[in-house]
């Protein structure tokens, strides 16, 4: 069961007792038993590392009993501050396809008005949605948390992934992040499943290009976790309909996904397979977990209740089962992949880089971060892997 202390005062008194037991137990207990290298799930983790991954699990669980920690601001209320630049971006109806449309009416999703965020490199001050410069490239940022979680504020933690773009990337100088629409299953009001979040982040890339004034070849879209699906998606549907949806842009110059949740209905972690190895290291949780499986019916709503629906090209581009369709990858741009060694998602995402480059050969380039886990450039102490992986890809942005 989820979020079944969400509501106060329940929600207090369960933190009270989690608070509680984790600095009087469960902390001590996690800094003796990794005293020993031998003993931390990764034996290159300092000591450090190890017992912040273990309250990150934790993390995961507490937020899984009582819905969030702490609010950002969601598609309907921004962050405000007088560091915090954000925009409403307006739908756009004309410019989704039949097939969309259909899901749509299926899950009753309706295109809406939603919010982004401007975030600029630390010494400069651009005005929002001010043009571009002459061939300046944007980051167009849409956020992980397994569709149910997170936000894109600049106060938000997934805001680390862009200022580390930022920060490592000469060539880009601002940031823009999507504040999509969350999906949200019982015991909560269901809302928001699978196609909103794309009609969202399709909406956010024509106000990019058409309002602001981008090139689309000056685009980097990248995604992390549940974002890389998403990333994945929206390219897709502007590869495919390019030549078909009057008015719809041209697809970016580059992708860039981290860590990418790229079959959300999996549930495997086999005997022998690096997800079941991973279990022990990373802090996501099991796939059959409560957490998990909220996150799947969230997300895939109606659709996980048609014949074939898990396999939808647009949903689960990494999905392994035999029974999934051919998933084409002809015409999209060049893409970077990185990926935790010791993440639980590592296979699904190696089935993606396989099938990738089956269509696009060395237009693909995959970093595989030694020891890292899932979507560690989220996170500052994961280091030297996040240092290291942002340096790869600001060298492959070079090119």
Same mark, same amino acid.
């Given at each position: 069961?989820?979020? +079944? ?9 369960y933190?009270?007792?989690? =608070? ?16 020993? $290298?031998? *003993? $931390?799930?990764? +034996?290159?983790?300092s ?15 507490? +937020?899984?009993?009582?819905?969030? *920690?702490q ?23 004309e ?34 949605g001010?043009?571009?410069r ?63 979040? =794309?009609?969202?982040? =399709? ?16 685009i ?13 998606? =929206? ?31 999996d ?66 741009? $060049? ?12 296979? +699904? ?8 480059? $089956? ?41």
């Amino acid at each position: 069961m989820v979020h +079944q202390f969400r509501r106060h005062p329940l929600k207090l008194l369960y933190l009270t007792f989690e =608070l509680t037991t984790t600095l009087l137990f469960r902390l001590p207990f996690w800094v003796l038993s990794n005293v020993p $290298r031998t *003993l $931390r799930p990764r +034996q290159s983790w300092s000591l450090k590392k190890s017992v912040l991954i273990r309250v990150l699990d934790r993390l995961n669980v507490v +937020q899984g009993r009582t819905d969030s *920690l702490q609010f950002f601001g969601d598609h309907l209320t921004v962050t405000e501050g007088p560091d915090v630049k954000h925009v409403w971006v307006e739908p756009t109806p004309e410019l989704l396809n039949a097939e969309i449309i259909s899901w749509a009416k299926v899950a009753n999703v309706v295109p809406s008005t939603i919010p982004g965020y401007w975030i600029d490199k630390d010494d400069m001050n651009t005005d929002i949605g001010a043009p571009p410069r002459p061939g300046e490239k944007i980051i167009y940022s849409l956020h992980g948390g397994a569709f149910i979680r997170l936000s894109a504020s600049p106060h938000d933690i997934a805001a680390n992934i862009g200022r580390g773009l930022l920060e490592h990337c000469e060539d880009v100088h601002r940031v823009f992040a999507l504040e999509y629409r969350l999906s949200k299953h019982a015991p909560d009001e269901p809302a928001h499943p699978f196609p909103a979040a =794309l009609l969202d982040a =399709l909406a956010g890339y024509v106000y990019l290009t058409k309002t602001v004034g981008f090139s689309p070849e000056n685009i980097i879209i990248e995604g992390d976790s549940a974002g890389g699906n998403l990333a994945l998606a =929206l390219v897709r549907y502007l590869v495919e309909n390019a030549s078909i949806v009057v008015g719809l842009p041209a697809p970016p110059g580059a992708l860039l996904l981290l860590s990418p949740w790229v079959d959300p209905s999996d549930t495997a972690v086999p005997p022998g397979s690096r997800a079941n190895a991973n279990m022990a290291s990373d802090y996501i949780g099991p796939p059959e977990g409560p957490v998990a499986l909220y996150a799947r019916r969230a997300f895939l709503g109606p659709l996980a209740h048609v014949s074939n629906g898990r396999f939808n090209r647009y949903v689960a581009p990494g999905c392994a089962d035999a029974r999934m369709p051919h998933v084409p990858f002809e015409g999209f741009p $060049r893409t970077m992949i990185v990926a935790g060694e010791a993440e639980m998602l590592v296979d +699904q995402i190696n089935t993606l880089v396989g099938r990738m480059k $089956r269509d696009l050969g060395e237009k693909v380039s995959y970093h595989e971060a030694g020891d890292a886990v899932h979507d560690f450039m989220l996170f500052p102490f994961c280091e030297p892997e996040r240092t290291i992986a942002l340096t790869a890809i600001a060298s492959w942005l070079e090119k």
